[in-house]
Nanobody, 123 residues
Framework: VQLQASGGGLVQAGGSLRVSCAAS????????MGWFRQAPGKEREFVAA????????YYASSVKGRFTVSRDNAKNTVYLQMNSLKLEDTAVYYC?????????????????WGQGTQVTVSS
């Protein structure tokens, strides 16, 4: 399984950015795809997730209403649309894939990880 995250960058507070995660290597229909982020000096934290087959979505309370996770089955790609960005959203964003049951927001639930993409929100 390979996960390739892209789309990070520098954006002003209040702005928007979309990051993408291209998945390859197997069929992902039974997977849950997650987005996590890690700021300097902090632990990796859950942001959002989506189940590939049904499209059920999950969000951390800190991003609910601002971020939207989606998937494009034809492109094997998962997206994270980030709106109304805040300074505290600055982090490296990672996509991850889980093919077994588990607590969706738990880092340990995910077996596969992408390389991360930097999102920096400036004032």
């Amino acid at each position: 399984v390979q996960l390739q995250a892209s789309g990070g960058g520098l954006v002003q507070a209040g702005g928007s950015l979309r990051v993408s995660c291209a998945a390859s290597g197997r069929t992902f229909s039974s997977y849950t795809m997650g987005w996590f982020r890690q700021a300097p000096g902090k632990e990796r934290e859950f942001v959002a997730a989506i189940t590939w087959r049904v499209g059920s979505t999950y969000y951390a309370s800190s991003v609910k209403g601002r971020f939207t996770v989606s998937r494009d089955n034809a492109k094997n790609t998962v997206y994270l649309q980030m709106n109304s960005l805040k300074l505290e959203d600055t982090a490296v964003y990672y996509c991850a894939a889980a093919n077994q049951g588990g607590y969706v927001p738990d880092v340990g639930t995910y077996s596969y990880w992408g390389q991360g993409t930097q999102v920096t929100v400036s004032s």
